[in-house]
Nanobody, 120 residues
Framework: QVQLVESGGGLVQPGGSLRLSCAFS????????MSWYRQAPGKERELVAR????????NYADSVKGRFTISRDNAKNTVYLQMNSLKPEDTAVYYC?????????????WGQGTQVTVSS
C-alpha cells in the first residue's frame, strides 16, 4: 500500500516562500506520476502541478505558473513543491497525489494534506 506524507506547510506573509515535501513509501516511487492539488475553504480541489514518473515533464495551473516549481528526487522517494511569491489566494490545504497505471488498472493515492496560509 502506498503512503504519502506531506510536510512543509505553515503561515507565511504575502510575497514569501514555502517548500512542501511529500514522502512516498510502499512501492516503487519512480513508477508513479506525482501531483500537487489544493483545496481552499468552500472550493473544489484543484490541480496545482504535476510531474511525470521520470521527472521529464511538468505541468502547472495557470494561476501558479512562474511562481511554483514541482520537482522530484527518485533516490529519496520525495516530491517537492517550491512556492514563491505567495499570494493570499494560495491559501489552501495542499495534497500530494500518486498515480500509476498497471496491467490490473489505474491506482491513485492521496496524502492527508498540509495547510498553507498566506496572510499578513
Amino acid at each position: 500500500q502506498v503512503q504519502l506524507v506531506e510536510s512543509g506547510g505553515g503561515l507565511v506573509q504575502p510575497g514569501g516562500s514555502l517548500r512542501l515535501s511529500c514522502a512516498f513509501s510502499g512501492f516503487t516511487f519512480s513508477t508513479y506520476a506525482m501531483s500537487w492539488y489544493r483545496q481552499a475553504p468552500g472550493k473544489e480541489r484543484e490541480l496545482v502541478a504535476r510531474i511525470t514518473s521520470a521527472g521529464g515533464v511538468t505541468n502547472y495551473a495557470d494561476s501558479v505558473k512562474g511562481r511554483f516549481t514541482i520537482s522530484r528526487d527518485n533516490a529519496k522517494n520525495t516530491v517537492y513543491l517550491q512556492m514563491n511569491s505567495l499570494k493570499p489566494e494560495d491559501t489552501a490545504v495542499y495534497y500530494c497525489k500518486a498515480v500509476t497505471i498497471k496491467v490490473t488498472g489505474r491506482f491513485d493515492y492521496w496524502g492527508q494534506g498540509t495547510q498553507v496560509t498566506v496572510s499578513s
